[in-house]
């Protein structure tokens, strides 16, 4: 039987690669430009070579449908070097086409942003989608940047080294005097070869390259990596070991949300905040090392369970550091909101439209502040979170108060989240007794998790060995930084950092 | 107004006593400096040589050897070992001066940092200017760098700053295995800083590449493209380490003056 549309599954399920719906690719856009228009989201849009050994490119689609908790996969054979772009009818995927021609050397015909992503040579060698000469290495942050012309129109440039302890992007300001007409992000310095790292796993190495994809959210995407690989090889992880996995991604949200009102604070010169949220930031970090020795989570997620339990006793030291904790925490950012020089600077800088929101798929706290109401965690529940629910957070403003207040929104509930999981810790072990088996042959799946930043999406292909073909890690931050650069329109460019902050945005994560 | 003084009041002075008093409590689960006991190893045992990701654990004649320089203190070694043979204790202080101090081995101390020599230490010892640079990074070094600024450690006591300028800087801090696309600002910030100058290493992947280790896309680490004045091990590094490793650079430590490193 032929579907001429996209097949519905769930995440945590593995179905068969033959069961993944083959289109044309008329029948593949069409499906995926009607999808959206019902308000189905995109997931992940990647292309695979691994389907046939002629070296044709597989496109593949996820797409979410929150409103049902499903997932749209399906797929299209690329045939030949070019293929109509669908950005400009769908720019959520306006990223994903250049990444796609970046790593694959097609080239999406009609794309109105069409520019390197990473700057890196392409996986096709012979294939480039610029023209570039197969000797000729890309050169990062050399590309056609958007200019405006005109009387006292002058252009700003930063990075990739920038002032701070960040890591490295370029930033081009297109300004009239302190007026941000446009601003233009080129990433790609941080890319250290993730994905490919990936294939032919899961490996020795798997689980520690998971864990620094994006360095301050280990948590979120090892949780979901080991909910592919649980999906694969059938395992059922034990429920204690699903609230701690929860405790644990929670832990990881109070900690950047508040460094991150800290951070904002600090960006507005109002110190007492930034000083104390810069301490209380390390007292969740330390609760995190608590549990698992790592103030960044590290070896504390692995396939099948966790690595380290929570006894009575230490479950009792830690209600009672997060209380002392989030005590500390209500009062230095209660300043924040009653201090109307702080509440001045915040109010109405760097606003993003929920329409622009909605058609870039902007995803996490970033979407939420637009007054879009997206969260994995209850859209797509997996882990605990089936059982345990967390209210969404949102505020419409769109604005850096928008995105400062959602955090702390964020952060009363994510506080009230654990306090019940510690409560209401279910008995057994933390692991799968046998281990994980081996994985199944030539399956797919998908997996959704909402970190800090927002939707953490993975995808993997088995081949028939049951080893990785092809991993796809979607960060929160590939989706938002174009998010960033709208904020910024009709700005001042002094308000840049503060902007930046509000999002703040994974440079490692989107650069892979 | 008044309450942002009342909130002052109440968040009280957090600054910890180190080193003048002693560190904070590090957690149980704390992994730090690994320590070793080949005696223990049953005969023709490889389970924890099997088991590192990144091949930091080795066997020679000397019995076994962990690169601190390549641990990415992940737990996979104690796990595999039948016979307790490798223990991460809690001694957050390892940061050393060459890249083959960090080899530990069993029954041998770590050859902690050395302070710098007198003449730099004569232009650095009472202030030094950092320049951080993320290449390649996970940013979780870089956020455990950030945290010294914090009123909990207050790097600023000991006349150590963080500068956005290379050319105020007179230490570049280097995190990440350097990636392909940063290893150009890597260097030209390195060129942008005023002789005489010192190289920091922070945490495994600036010191070997990591996870990433032989990666096409990355340089394994700064060492083969600059000379590393201080290394300092950890995936990332605890702040406290970090710290340690400056103070010792700038022999700012009580201990290390009243007894020398062994």
Not at chain 1, 136 to 157: L, S, Y
Not at chain 2, 125 to 144: F, I, P, T
Request: glycine residues 10%; negative net charge; charged residues 20%.
């Amino acid at each position: 039987m032929t579907q001429h549309t996209l097949l519905k599954m769930r995440t945590g399920q593995a179905i068969p690669r033959a069961l993944l719906p083959r289109l044309s690719f008329q029948e593949f856009r069409a499906a995926i430009l009607s999808l959206v228009g019902q308000g189905h989201r995109i997931a992940a849009f990647f292309g695979d070579t691994s389907a046939s050994s002629g070296g044709d490119i597989d496109l593949h689609a996820v797409l979410t449908d929150s409103a049902h908790g499903l997932l749209r996969v399906g797929r299209t054979t690329l045939e030949s070097d070019r293929f109509p772009s669908l950005t400009s009818e769908c720019p959520a995927l306006h990223l994903f086409e250049r990444e796609l021609a970046e790593q694959y050397g097609v080239y999406p015909e009609g794309h109105p942003w069409f520019k390197p992503v990473r700057f890196h040579p392409s996986y096709r060698p012979g294939h480039d989608a610029w023209g570039r000469d197969q000797d000729e290495t890309p050169v990062v942050g050399v590309t056609d940047f958007f200019r405006v012309e005109g009387e006292e129109i002058h252009e700003v440039a930063v990075g990739p080294v920038h002032a701070g302890v960040i890591e490295p992007g370029h930033f081009r300001f297109q300004c009239h005097g302190e007026q941000v007409f446009h601003l233009e992000i080129s990433l790609g310095y941080q890319h250290r070869g993730v994905e490919r790292s990936l294939v032919g796993g899961p490996g020795k190495r798997t689980l520690s390259t998971m864990e620094v994809v994006s360095g301050d959210t280990s948590i979120g995407h090892v949780t979901a990596y080991c909910q592919v690989v649980e999906a694969l090889a059938g395992a059922q992880v034990p429920l204690r070991a699903e609230a701690i996995r929860g405790i644990a991604l929670e832990l990881e949200r109070l900690a950047n949300h508040t460094g991150d009102l800290g951070a904002l604070a600090g960006d507005v010169g109002f110190l007492p905040t930034a000083s104390y949220c810069g301490r209380i930031r390390g007292d969740f970090l330390n609760l995190t090392a608590l549990l698992c020795g790592s103030r960044f989570g590290r070896s504390l997620v692995r396939p099948g369970g966790c690595r380290f339990d929570l006894d009575a006793d230490q479950v009792g030291r830690f209600q009672e550091r997060l209380d002392m904790a989030y005590r500390d925490l209500e009062g230095a950012v209660d300043l924040l909101w009653n201090s109307l020089s702080v509440q001045a600077r915040f109010e109405g800088t760097g606003r993003v439209s929920p329409e622009a929101a909605r058609a870039l798929g902007l995803v996490g706290p970033s979407a939420r502040a637009c007054g879009l109401e997206r969260d994995v965690r209850l859209d797509f529940p997996t882990g605990i979170y089936r059982f345990a629910h967390v209210p969404i957070s949102t505020w419409g403003t769109g604005d850096v108060f928008a995105r400062a207040y959602v955090r702390w929104l964020e952060i009363q509930r994510s506080v009230a989240f654990i306090k019940e999981l510690l409560q209401t810790l279910p008995d057994g072990p933390i692991q799968i007794q046998s281990g994980v088996g081996p994985l199944l042959p030539d399956h797919f799946t998908v997996s959704l998790n909402e970190g800090w930043r927002g939707q953490i999406c993975h995808v993997a292909l088995t081949d028939d060995q049951g080893r990785f073909a092809r991993y796809k890690v979607v960060d929160p931050s590939f989706r938002n930084w174009t998010g960033l650069a709208l904020a910024l329109r009709d700005n001042q460019i002094s308000d840049f950092p503060l902007c930046n902050k509000s999002f703040n945005l994974s440079y490692c994560g989107h650069d892979l | 107004m008044i309450s942002i003084l009342l909130e002052r009041f109440r968040q009280g002075r957090r600054t910890i006593a180190y080193p003048s008093g002693s560190a904070p409590a590090l957690p149980d689960r704390f992994r730090g400096l690994p320590v070793l006991d080949s005696s223990r190893c049953p005969e023709g045992c490889s389970a924890c040589i099997n088991a590192c990701p990144t091949d930091a654990m080795a066997r020679d004649a000397e019995g076994l050897r962990l690169d601190l320089g390549r641990c990415l203190f992940c737990a996979e070694c104690t796990e595999s070992c039948p016979s307790n043979a490798i223990e991460f204790t809690k001694e957050f202080r390892m940061a050393v001066r060459s890249r083959e101090d960090l080899v530990v081995r069993s029954g041998k101390d770590l050859e902690r940092a050395r302070p710098l020599e007198a003449k730099m230490l004569r232009l650095f010892g009472r202030s030094l200017r950092l320049r951080v640079v993320s290449a390649g990074g996970d940013g979780s070094a870089e956020a455990d760098l950030n945290v010294l600024g914090t009123v909990v450690f207050d790097l600023g006591r000991f006349g150590v700053q963080v500068v956005a300028s290379p050319r105020h800087a007179d230490a570049l801090v280097v995190a990440g295995p350097v990636s392909e696309n940063m290893k150009y600002a890597l260097l030209q910030t390195y060129a942008a800083l005023p002789a005489p100058k010192l190289v920091i290493a922070v945490g495994v992947d600036a010191i070997s590449g990591g996870v990433f280790r032989e990666n096409p896309e990355i340089h394994n680490g700064v060492g083969d493209l600059l000379p590393v004045d201080l290394f300092i091990p950890g995936s990332p590094p605890h702040p406290l380490s970090i710290l340690d490793g400056l103070l010792r650079l700038l022999d700012r430590l009580e201990e290390q003056r009243g007894e020398p490193a062994s």
